[in-house]
């Protein structure tokens, strides 16, 4: 059982930045690919980004391709979140979301929010204009 915990939501400015993390004290977390999805008020949730149990694979949204970046403590059993140059339009509630996976799959299937075993409660990211 792995149970992630979201931290490092807050208000920002326009063109600042927040760095999110995902969290989970299960030691079998670095044997899980972990995605980040958004769901802002009246829309369906969003893939935002995954990372692969190595750490050396990626994919991005193209809404936040250059602006965000993901990484991983496998010794901390910790995933970041940093996004910068922030827009209004990424105002919504940030999850964390993990899959056991030994290989990333493709961009199209790791974006899909089913393909994911288990999420976090949740974190708000709030950007003024």
């Known amino acids: 059982q792995v149970q992630p915990v979201e931290s490092g939501g807050g208000l920002v400015q326009a063109g600042g930045s927040l760095r999110l993390s995902c969290a989970a004290s299960s030691r079998t977390f670095s044997s899980f690919a972990v995605g980040w999805f958004r769901q802002a008020p009246g829309k369906e949730r969003e893939f935002v980004a995954v990372?692969?149990?190595?750490?050396?694979?990626?994919y991005y949204a193209d809404s936040v391709e250059g602006r965000f970046t993901i990484s991983r403590d496998n010794a901390k059993n910790t995933v970041h979140l940093q996004m910068n140059s922030l827009k209004p339009d990424d105002t919504a509630v940030y999850y964390c979301?993990?899959?056991?996976?030994?290989?990333?799959?493709?961009?199209?299937?790791?974006?899909?929010?089913?393909?994911?075993?288990?999420w976090g409660q949740g974190t708000q990211v709030t950007v003024a204009s």
């Open positions: 979301a993990a899959r056991l996976s030994i290989l990333l799959l493709s961009k199209t299937t790791m974006s899909d929010a089913k393909e994911y075993d288990y």
């Open positions: 990372v692969s149990v190595s750490g050396g694979t990626t």
